[in-house]
């Protein structure tokens, strides 16, 4: 049995391989896929895998960090972007976000404390991302900030969740996803700099009525 003194030197490549080969089957086939069939992905035996995360759910934990702070390097990424080149690049490549998206609109959908752990990190990673953008002049300030990344966070979410169930069952459950994420970029970003009111009567009254 390998022990901590007997790991090889690309012990932490194998470990990535065995990471990153479970986030691919997690994203197209779900969280019950059995544990050798990972480790036949990653070219490794099921013992190995033990040997390096100890149990299934504790590679599971990994693969959740790992793509939750994927994610929210992305948000940092786009938001010092200011000649929008990073966009641009993002836009022209939707495919890069297959795996990554998909990992978590299953997460999500599989409900439970996992969900909503990852539902509730990405919410505060949303209002750490606004309350920059505010700072730098690029996203207006709101009467309630914490309110305003959820609801944008439950908004993005939802739609991409809708083209996920939409495809699942297909040989390529990814691609109601991405043609989403193509062709709801304008509507969305239109609605996110123009608004959808004419006036602001409708917002007028409702804080009219929440401080009565």
């Avoid at 932490?12 to 065995?18: C, D, K, L, P, V």
């Avoid at 990653?42 to 793509?67: M, T, Y």
């Avoid at 439970?112 to 949303?126: C, K, M, N, P």
């Amino acid at each position: 049995m390998l022990n901590m003194h007997s790991v090889e030197p690309d012990d932490f490549s194998t470990r990535a391989r065995i990471r990153d080969a479970a986030i691919t089957r997690f994203a197209r086939e779900g969280f019950r896929v059995p544990l050798r069939v990972i480790a036949a992905d990653a070219g490794v035996s099921p013992a190995l895998v033990i040997h390096h995360f100890g149990s299934k759910e504790r590679l599971r934990e990994e693969c959740d960090r790992h793509v939750l702070e994927h994610s929210f390097m992305l948000k940092e990424g786009v938001l010092d972007d200011t000649d929008f080149e990073l966009m641009r690049r993002l836009l022209s490549n939707m495919r890069a976000f297959d795996e990554p998206v998909a990992y978590l609109l299953r997460a999500i959908l599989e409900g439970g404390s996992v969900a909503r752990t990852i539902l509730e990190r990405t919410v505060a990673s949303s209002e750490a991302y606004l309350e920059k953008a505010v700072a730098a002049g690029t996203v207006k300030p709101s009467h309630d900030p914490a309110a305003r990344a959820r609801y944008v966070t439950y908004l993005a979410l939802g739609m991409l969740v809708m083209a996920f169930t939409a495809g699942s069952g297909e040989d390529d459950p990814y691609t109601h996803v991405t043609d989403a994420m193509s062709d709801l970029t304008l509507p969305h970003l239109e609605l996110l700099t123009q608004g959808l009111l004419a006036d602001g009567e409708y917002l007028r009254h409702y804080l009219d009525w929440k401080e009565s």
